[in-house]
């Protein structure tokens, strides 16, 4: 689907599920996500919708696997179609802990960001992390992104109300971005 230095986007599989539930299943990858860890069952559910969001016609959302070059399945990605926004897209992404601080995290931005911009040729891609969540901070600004504002209680998760930061980047700032 698409290939970075290290990393490529693909579609997701049903063999995927434990690779996934190491992710969502971690208290650890959760933390700043907008949702409290999945059980394997809830996660095996995620992968077979997203496998079949995959053949809807016209596609609105890419759950996609993030995966080191050489097969082994390290994130998680999506990117849903606003329908509220002409040409627009929120995204998301989650890698295994094991692999942060490695780059992982500024190539998978970058790969969605590119399948959002090149491929499906959208105006706008936004997405919203923890305020707690600094290295998401630093990595989508490293990507090229830029914070835009707080979604004041934004997220109810484990009974409390969480802000968001907006950060998002538009087409024409892509085409700088990549061109460097």
Known sequence: ???GSRLALRELEPGDVEAV?????SPEATRHLSFQPRTRDQ????VEQSIMSAAAD??????????QQGG??????RLAIDPHQQRGATFGFALRPDVWGQGYGVETVQLLLGLGFE???????WGARSPLNEASAATMHRAGMVEEGRIRE???????WRDSIVH????????QVSAS
């Open 119 to 125: 491929t499906l040729g959208l105006h706008r891609i």
């Open 43 to 46: 996660v095996a559910e995620i």
């Open 58 to 67: 016209p596609r609105t959302e890419y759950a996609v696997a993030v995966e």
């Open 72 to 77: 082994r399945l390290v994130g998680f990605g």
């Open 154 to 160: 934004h997220i109810q998760k484990a009974g409390e």
């Open 1 to 3: 689907m698409r290939l």
């Open 168 to 175: 998002a980047m538009l087409d024409r700032e892509w085409q």
């Open 21 to 25: 539930f190491a992710i969502y299943g």
